[in-house]
């Protein structure tokens, strides 16, 4: 009878708890959101809204030909169709070999299995700044300085999506392959036809990363990119900025940064129920 009279303050002490938690959630998407909300509105001003002293958070006209002056200043058509041909060959190249090489790791027996999989994880924990200028050196004995295909090529492999795909593989019933190994199924039929298709939330969430690590890269793309008309967003949007000769024109570099995050928030969008059950599912289980 006791235990049962306790029910109700129970369910009433964790609606208490799930208020605070929405509360504190709450207040802290409104601080991440000031910068993206300042970037949107100061797309809409005037250069001297951008300069006046007080700032003014709000524009007192909006003005919309601030995207279409940015748009033509620079050739952001190129920049966002090599962005996008660079980010999606990498999210697919990474979907392969990282789920390729999670189910590897999680369901085949094979001498030194764990130490190969710590040592391809260890390597997370060396700086990019540390592996640059062999990889650049790499790159230049291979011809493809000022190519795409330097962009793509080393980033088709990741040790982090690798260690995601494999903590998502582990919790899935062996059950599965144990019935298709006696149907006379392969490894590789397993992994494509039975693994593959299970691992629909954790692609998704390794896919999301991908891209907006890809889309956002800048220091490589700077590094390896010389032309023009191969430069990524990134780059564009800098070289907007190193346009400018005495005053930087940050309303319409505002205007281009906020149509250069829209694939992004897409992404985000079409995939955030895979994302969010894949976040909340991996890892679920060790080794």
């Known amino acids: 009878m006791a235990a049962i009279q306790k029910l109700p303050s129970q369910r009433q002490n964790r609606r208490i708890a799930d208020g605070l938690a929405f509360t504190v959630l709450a207040l802290l998407s409104i601080f991440w959101l000031i910068p993206f909300l300042w970037m949107v509105l100061s797309s809409f001003k005037t250069l001297p809204e951008i300069y006046q002293y007080p700032p003014s958070f709000f524009p007192k006209y909006l ?144 896919g999301i990363f991908t891209f907006l690590g890809e889309w956002n890269s800048f220091l490589w793309p700077l590094i390896i990119i010389n032309s023009m008309d191969l430069r990524t967003l990134p780059l564009g949007l800098a070289a907007f900025q190193a346009m400018a000769m005495i005053k930087t024109p940050w309303h319409l570099i505002m205007a281009a940064a906020t149509f250069s995050v829209i694939p992004v928030i897409i992404v985000f969008l079409l995939g955030q129920k895979y994302y969010v059950q894949g976040i909340a599912t991996t890892g679920l289980k060790g080794a």
């Open 63 to 206: 003005m919309y030909p601030n995207y279409i002056e940015a748009w033509q200043r620079m050739p952001f058509g190129q920049f966002f169709s090599n962005s996008m041909i660079i980010a999606v060959a990498v999210v697919l190249g990474q979907l392969f070999t990282c789920s390729l090489a999670g189910y590897a790791f999680a369901r085949l027996r094979f001498p030194g299995r764990e130490i190969i999989f710590f040592g391809y994880v260890a390597t997370m924990m060396v700086p990019f700044a540390v592996i640059m200028i062999p990889l650049f050196i790499l790159m230049r004995q291979m011809g493809w300085v000022n190519t795409h295909s330097a962009l793509i090529i080393p980033a088709l492999f990741s040790p982090w999506g690798t260690f995601l795909m494999r903590q998502f593989m582990l919790t899935l019933p062996r059950e599965l392959e144990d019935a298709a190994r006696i149907d006379g199924c392969s490894f590789f039929s397993i992994y494509w036809r039975i693994v593959l298709p299970l691992c629909q939330p954790v692609l998704a969430t390794l």
